[in-house]
């Protein structure tokens, strides 16, 4: 039995549609939307958080791949290609891959994004967008069942599968969580500005070594649950998506870094 095919055009089209790309401000890095291009025919798409050279090289093993990542190709500008970025590139060239990335637009959109689904695993409640980042909110607030600070430690280390490390500056008992994904660490304090009634943790997945200091100063319960662990969710669920209106097969390819 012959494997579907589906259009890449029609599925970035897709993509870019559903997720405002071209709307969301971003990092210059960030280059959202289609990195690479491939032949044109899609036989199934795979899901990563980043595109490091193993991912892409897994991945090319497949013709008509669709890599689907968080973290693109060309978050230190513009580079030579020599070394790992030629390699990468090589690889994608002769396996007919594609690849499309998604940064903030993927963060905060508000079904399939990193901090909605995250929140969800957490349980929250009367979730709202939070955070003012480059002229868009890109966290969410939301309400959780009030507990300790260590009995919410143990469900956001569940929720990412993963070790959670806390800086204790803020309430023993948790009852509104902000979330904002990947490295926010570094808001701490403008997270700060949104009151001392605002939430009572702050999760995020890494930060500067001053924002433990700086969230014991301001009065901030700050989570570190990993940069890569708290952005598996969107890569999940935008692929499951796409694959799902294509009639696609679809995986995620797993390489934690432990940040």
Known sequence: MKKPLKSLSSLVSTMDCLLRTSEINDYPGAVNGLQIENSGAVTRIVAAVDACEEVIRESSRVPGTLLLVHHGLFWNGVQTLTGAHYRKIKAALDGDLALYSSHLPLDLHPRLGNNILLAKALGLTAIK???????????????????????????????????????????????????????????????????????????????????????????????????????????????????????????????????
């Open 129 to 259: 967008p939070a955070l003012e980042m480059k002229g868009q909110a890109v966290g969410v607030l939301g309400k959780v069942r009030e507990m300790k600070r260590e009995a919410f430690a143990k469900l956001l280390s569940d929720a990412v599968g993963g070790n959670v490390n806390l800086a204790p500056g803020g309430p023993k008992t948790i009852k509104t969580v902000l979330v904002v994904t990947g490295g926010a660490g570094s808001e701490v304090a403008r997270a700060a500005e949104l009151g001392v009634d605002a939430f009572d943790a702050f999760v995020t997945g890494e930060g500067p070594h001053w924002s433990y200091t700086a969230a014991e100063e301001l009065g901030v319960n700050l989570f570190y649950a990993g940069h890569y662990a708290t952005e598996t969710f969107g890569v999940k669920a935008l692929a499951s998506f796409v694959a799902n209106q294509a009639c696609l097969p679809w995986s995620f390819l797993d390489h934690p870094t432990g940040l």
